[in-house]
């Protein structure tokens, strides 16, 4: 087994995360760097030890002391993720999307594109509170899912129309501020919205056979997605595994395989390929154990299958390889998405494995959204809105 540990020698790319550091999805570095940026490492927020990040993308995560939640896919949905963000007690419900969470630590566990209108807006709401987070301790960290790296890949089959326009929109917003990133992104969920009022009074917004506004979007996207383009390269500020504390964070599920090729080393493959970065003249290749395969990292359904629909054998063998893994990992549990439950939030195999992708989008099951929490290296299923005392339910089940 020490053999599965070799890719969790502390990286090279060590940063510390305080007052006015950079967090792994909002630290101001422009599309397609590769360098991190360095930050002040003079001490932490209050009485709590700074927030240490090890990787590029971030993929070892020492956050002591932080309560942390996480979400799961979101799904275009913009009104459900403030929901659920709410509901995680990070997001102001005044309208005014400011961070609220303090020093905790949010995860959102990828697809957050393709089955709804909102994809852009989503990501720039997670930015833009990143930013807020930073300056209070707390910082926010995002998978990508099978959707993020199919949409790279240029499979845009899940693509509501309206997402399509979003893009030709975004793009324009962007050339309005001389594609100047880092200035423009984290404004676009609140210019998106004054977009989409303009967009509903324009005398060509209900003609659905509009086929130059569908090519206009569909360009736009491919701009904006190919590997290398300027959305592309924002995605791949974020892992496809990332471990925080001793709890294992990815979309679909993290296997042996996976972990003898070094998680590091998928997450860094992934952003190269998403930034268009390559070592050969074929152009940047799609990492096939990551993102490619029923059993890769954002596609794996291992752990999130309903055991009352499995053998005995099964479910021990399928309890064996979860085992094997986080010991090979050196985490206590793994929480994953991708699988829509539901029965909501819950835990199998000793609760080891936990599932939190409940279908909340209306592009998926409309569901209520639900989150899970974990203080004191215990986790919690959580129901309802915190400013509803009487709405607010919490399942504990560690």
Not at 93 to 121: H, Y
């Amino acid at each position: 087994m020490a053999s599965l540990c070799l890719n969790l020698l502390p990286s090279p790319h060590s940063r510390r995360l305080i007052e006015a550091s950079s967090a792994s999805s909002s630290s101001p570095s422009p599309p397609c760097s590769t360098t991190p940026k360095s930050s002040n490492s003079s001490g932490g927020i209050g009485s709590l030890k700074p927030v240490v990040i090890n990787g590029n993308p971030p993929t070892f995560v020492s956050a002591p002391g932080r309560r942390i939640v996480a979400v799961g896919d979101l799904h275009g949905d913009l009104e459900q993720a403030r929901r659920a963000f709410q509901m995680a007690g990070v997001l102001s419900s005044d309208g005014q999307d400011n961070w609220t969470g303090k020093e905790t630590v949010l995860v959102q566990l990828g697809d957050i594109l393709d089955r709804g209108e909102n994809e852009i807006a989503i990501l720039s709401l997670l930015r833009s509170m990143g930013k807020q987070a930073q300056e209070e301790g707390g910082a926010i960290f995002q998978i990508n899912g099978n959707h993020e790296t199919m949409n790279v890949g240029g499979d845009f089959r899940y693509v509501e129309s309206g997402a399509f326009e979003e893009c030709a929109g975004f793009l324009d917003y962007l050339d309005s501020y001389g594609y100047e990133w880092e200035e423009a992104f984290p404004g676009w969920v609140a210019a998106s919205g004054r977009w989409r009022q303009d967009q509903k009074t324009s005398p060509n917004y209900w003609d659905s056979w509009n086929l130059v506004k569908r090519q206009k979007g569909v360009i736009a996207r491919s701009v904006l997605l190919r590997p290398g383009g300027p959305l592309a390269c924002e995605l791949a500020r974020h892992a496809v595994v990332l471990k925080v504390n001793d709890w294992v964070f990815c979309h679909g599920g993290l296997l042996p395989h996976h972990v003898a090729y070094g998680i590091e080393r998928m997450n860094f493959e992934v952003s190269n390929w998403m930034r268009g970065l390559s070592e050969s003249d074929v152009g940047p290749q799609l990492p096939f154990m990551a993102t490619q395969g029923y059993d890769s990292v954002v596609w794996s359904r291992l752990y999130s299958r309903d055991v009352s629909d499995l053998e005995d054998y099964q479910i021990r063998q399928i309890q064996s390889i979860l085992e094997e893994t986080l010991q090979a990992v050196d985490a206590k549990a793994m929480v994953v998405g991708h699988t829509p439950q539901t029965a909501g939030v819950n835990c199998e195999y000793n609760c080891s494995i936990w599932r939190i992708d409940v279908g909340m989008s209306s592009g998926v099951l409309n569901s209520r959204p639900e989150v899970l929490e974990i203080v004191d290296g215990k986790a919690r299923a959580v129901k309802g809105r915190r400013d509803m005392l009487s709405d607010l339910q919490v399942v504990d089940y560690t």
